[in-house]
């Protein structure tokens, strides 16, 4: 079955403590995997797209990673702003639908 | 910058009530998508289309249609509501291609109650 699992499902951080969070997946035939970043009654706003394993990409305190398996979303010396739910996507297959989300991190960073 | 707008933020509608959402984006976008986003459940997929007057169901299109006149504008319609379509409604769009791997955009959320 095609899934996609998020871990920690809540993170708790001091300002400043780089941690990690992790996306698995199982799919055929990817075709991307995305990052979201959701503040609490808001919609998902978009941050990285990763294709193939190996690739990185990087914005300000963020970082993502992909291999064949998962992907990781690490945060370097985060800040209180920092703090909201993280979505993984992965769109697989065929049809521009196929896309599963799962289920996030939520990340709590404080001061 | 990409922009994806919804008609409410918020909406309060009674059971059997016909209900309109509306979503509109102006990047010139040829798919757009309709999720429901529920505590523990995650986004689930109701339709999406692929160009006007195109249509796919979702995972969970039971109780809603949706309609696909002009290419920036994607409505869904419930037809009769009902207390469990009560969600955060999220509108998505991203640009078609073959291959895959495209980005969707979202707009901000229509949260619906159903009394």
């Known amino acids: 079955e095609d899934q996609v699992t998020q871990s920690p499902e809540a993170l708790r951080l001091q300002e400043g403590e780089s941690s990690s969070l992790n996306c698995s997946y199982t799919?055929?035939?990817?075709?991307?995997l995305f990052w979201y970043r959701q503040d609490p009654g808001k919609g998902p706003e978009f941050l990285f797209t990763?294709?193939?394993a190996g690739e990185e990409k990087e914005k300000e305190r963020l970082k993502a990673t992909l291999t064949k398996k998962e992907s990781f979303l690490h945060i370097t010396a985060p800040k209180p702003e920092d703090s909201a739910t993280y979505l993984c996507?992965?769109?697989?297959?065929?049809?521009?639908?196929?896309?599963?989300f799962g289920k996030g991190t939520k990340l709590s960073v404080k001061p | 910058d990409v922009k994806v707008t919804q008609s409410s933020r918020y909406l309060v509608k009674r059971t059997g009530e016909k209900v309109f959402l509306e979503c509109v984006q102006d990047?010139?976008?040829?798919?757009m998508f309709w999720y429901r986003q529920d505590p523990g459940l995650g986004l689930r997929l109701i339709y999406f289309?692929?160009?006007?007057?195109?249509?796919e169901k979702g995972d969970i299109p039971e109780g809603y249609s949706v309609s696909r006149e002009k290419k920036e504008r994607f409505s869904l319609i419930l037809e009769s509501a009902s207390t469990n379509q009560t969600s955060m409604y999220l509108c998505?769009?991203?640009?078609?291609?073959?291959?895959?791997?495209?980005?969707?955009?979202f707009g901000p959320g229509t949260r619906l109650l159903v009394l």
């Open positions: 289309s692929y160009d006007v007057k195109m249509k």
């Open positions: 799919v055929s035939g990817l075709r991307g």
């Open positions: 990047m010139d976008h040829e798919n």
């Open positions: 998505a769009s991203s640009f078609f291609r073959d291959a895959g791997g495209v980005a969707q955009y």
């Open positions: 996507a992965v769109h697989y297959g065929g049809s521009q639908g196929n896309l599963i």
């Open positions: 990763l294709y193939s």
